[in-house]
């Protein structure tokens, strides 16, 4: 079946850049998301990327792709204290089946 | 303009009651899940509708029982509730044509068996 696997827990201090990695198994995945989770709120979309494509760029989010790897990245450029969430890493299969397969999520906790 | 919304945000409760948590989508979307979340934030599909019909039923006990009564909206039903049933709960909603069929998720019910 479907796994994905992110780390736990990120710590950085504001203005550095945050790196999240995840990885999956599924070699049908046609797109992967990733979501940010803050305390007590929903899940928000950041940014997605099409299987083939191996980045994208938007703002200070940059998403890259190594699919030989089955390995996913969000690097996070300058990051803020409002920064600090959950991040949920995300796949999507081809097999008809349209539900999101998630990581566990990695915390980002972003020191002054 | 909210897209995707949810009833009630917070719904404490006692063990063996029957509860339900409503969803709403106003983008025009064909297809609406549940998604449950854990006390260890792990998030799992639970069910999926498109059009009205369930195309998703994962291995999630009968005392759960999703109802659309039409494309916008996805109801979810919990009879006998128990304390394992705790968590959140969230709906989403995608379009089935288009680039990216991204989900878009309402802002959670968090539901609490005593």
């Known amino acids: 079946g479907e796994d994905v696997e992110q780390s736990l827990f990120l710590s950085v201090r504001e203005g550095d850049s945050s790196v999240i990695n995840c990885t999956y198994t599924d070699s049908s995945s046609t797109y992967l998301y990733w979501y940010k989770q803050e305390p007590g709120a929903g899940l928000q979309l950041l940014t997605y990327i099409f299987s083939n494509m191996d980045m994208k760029q938007d703002q200070r989010l940059t998403v890259l792709l190594n699919k030989k790897d089955k390995h996913l990245s969000l690097r996070i450029a300058d990051t803020q204290t409002g920064d600090s969430a959950i991040y949920f890493c995300?796949?999507?299969?081809?097999?008809?089946?349209?539900?999101?397969?998630f990581g566990s999520g990695t915390r980002l906790q972003v020191q002054p | 303009d909210t897209a995707v919304s949810q009833t009630p945000k917070y719904l404490v409760t006692q063990m063996g009651n029957d509860k339900s948590i409503k969803c709403e989508q106003n983008?025009?979307?064909?297809?609406m899940y549940w998604y449950k979340q854990d006390s260890k934030k792990f998030l799992k599909i639970m069910f999926s509708?498109?059009?009205?019909?369930?195309?998703i039923n994962e291995t999630v006990p009968n005392r759960f029982s999703p109802k659309s009564p039409d494309k916008a909206h996805l109801n979810l039903h919990i009879n006998s509730l128990e304390l394992g049933d705790s968590a959140v709960y969230f709906c989403?909603?995608?379009?089935?044509?288009?680039?990216?069929?991204?989900?878009?998720f309402g802002p959670g019910t968090r539901l609490l068996v005593l």
């Open positions: 989403a909603s995608s379009q089935d044509e288009g680039v990216q069929e991204t989900q878009y």
């Open positions: 509708y498109n059009n009205k019909e369930l195309i």
């Open positions: 983008l025009g979307h064909d297809t």
């Open positions: 995300a796949e999507k299969g081809y097999t008809g089946r349209r539900a999101l397969t």
